[in-house]
């Protein structure tokens, strides 16, 4: 059984910094894609960065990028989500989920896995 777990949320003020993790059992990473996703509310859920776990390659939502770094650790089937001068309007509930395909899109549909989500607050 695959499940990812997401961590790290919380309050944080503009500016600060904050790390999530998101840990995946029941499936080695080997060949694959872990996608973070944010949801406000009334919103969508929109994608934030994804990294492929052979070879590391990334991406990043044009909002994020420069402040937001993915990583990942195979060995601990961990992937993070290091967020640096964050802003009220990313405020949001942050989902990881898991392409088997290693495609890395921003389409929800394509992700089989998802976790539970985690809740960020941005603000002061």
């Known amino acids: 059984q695959v499940q990812l777990v997401e961590s790290g949320g919380e309050l944080v003020q503009p500016g600060g910094s904050l790390r999530l993790s998101c840990v995946v059992s029941?499936?080695?990473?080997?060949?694959?894609?872990i996608a973070w996703f944010r949801q406000a509310p009334g919103k969508e859920r929109e994608g934030v960065s994804c990294i492929r776990t052979n070879g590391g390659s990334t991406n990043y939502a044009d909002s994020v990028k420069g402040r937001f770094t993915i990583s990942k650790d195979n060995a601990k089937s961990t992937v993070f989500l290091q967020m640096s001068s964050p802003k009220p309007e990313d405020t949001a509930v942050y989902y990881c989920a898991l392409d088997v395909q290693s495609r890395c899109s921003e389409d929800t549909r394509i992700y089989r896995y998802w976790g539970q989500g985690t809740q960020v607050t941005v603000s002061s």
């Open positions: 029941g499936l080695r990473l080997g060949y694959s894609a």
